[in-house]
């Protein structure tokens, strides 16, 4: 059985981070299994040639993580739930 569900169907992608993903060449949801969502954050700044929010580096992880767990735990979901373990790394 293949995997069917999409992009939007993730919690907390919505049309801006659909966007971003495709500019990313990231269609599906199986394109997320093997990405870095800090890798991804740094080549959407590329390509968009300016600062993004590191907040977006959040959404892109809770959905490489659910990509990789359609069972991820519900408090898992919501792209803050990443902002606090990315500021705890960051020592902020």
Same mark, same amino acid.
């Given at each position: ?26 269609? @599906?949801? @199986? ?14 700044? @590329? ?17 490489? @993580? ?27």
């Amino acid at each position: 059985m293949t995997n069917q569900r999409r992009l939007i169907d993730l919690v907390s992608v919505g049309p801006a981070t659909l966007a971003d993903l495709e500019d990313l060449g990231i269609t @599906e949801v @199986e394109h997320l299994l093997d990405k870095d969502a800090h890798e991804l954050w740094e080549r959407l700044q @590329e390509i968009k040639g300016t600062r993004v929010d590191p907040c977006c580096e959040d959404v892109f992880r809770t959905a490489i @993580e659910q990509a990789r767990d359609p069972n991820l735990p519900k408090e898992k979901r919501p792209w803050h739930y990443w902002s606090k373990e990315r500021k705890q790394r960051a020592g902020e």
